[in-house]
C-alpha cells in the first residue's frame, strides 16, 4: 500500500463518502481528495496516491456521506519510516472490537503499562 488506510464512516443508506483532508493545518484549507463507496458494513477503505502523499505529521481528515451529509472526523498521523507505535483506544472499545489488520485483536502482556 501507498499511504494510509481510512476507516470509520457507517452509513449504509448512502453509499458515497467523500474524502477531504487538511493538506497544510492548521490552514483550514479542506482539499477533497476522493470519493470512495462504502461496503455492506458502511465501511470504506481508501489508500492516498502515490502523488498526493502526505508528508510527515498530523492531518485532519473528515469524511462525509453524500446525500444526508453527515460526517465523520479523524486524524493521519504519518511517522518516519521504521517508527515504531502503538494503536489503542482509551476505552479499550477500538481493541475489543477488531484490529487494524481486520482479525481479531491479541491482546499483549505489558500492554496496559504502555499507556500509562
Not at 452509513?11 to 474524502?19: E, K, N, S
Request: glycine share 10%.
Amino acid at each position: 500500500r501507498v499511504g494510509p488506510v481510512l476507516l470509520g464512516v457507517t452509513q449504509p443508506r448512502c453509499p458515497q463518502v467523500d474524502i477531504h483532508i487538511m493538506t497544510q493545518p492548521p490552514s483550514g484549507e479542506w482539499v477533497y481528495f476522493d470519493t470512495e463507496i462504502s461496503n455492506s458494513s458502511g465501511r470504506i477503505s481508501y489508500v492516498i496516491p502515490e502523488e498526493r502523499r502526505l508528508g510527515i505529521g498530523v492531518y485532519p481528515v473528515k469524511m462525509v456521506v453524500r446525500g444526508d451529509h453527515t460526517f465523520a472526523d479523524s486524524y493521519i498521523t504519518v511517522l518516519p519510516k521504521g517508527t515504531e507505535f502503538v494503536v489503542f483506544s482509551i476505552d479499550g472499545s477500538f481493541a475489543a472490537s477488531v484490529s487494524i489488520m481486520g482479525s481479531d485483536p491479541k491482546v499483549r502482556a505489558g500492554a496496559v503499562d504502555v499507556v500509562r
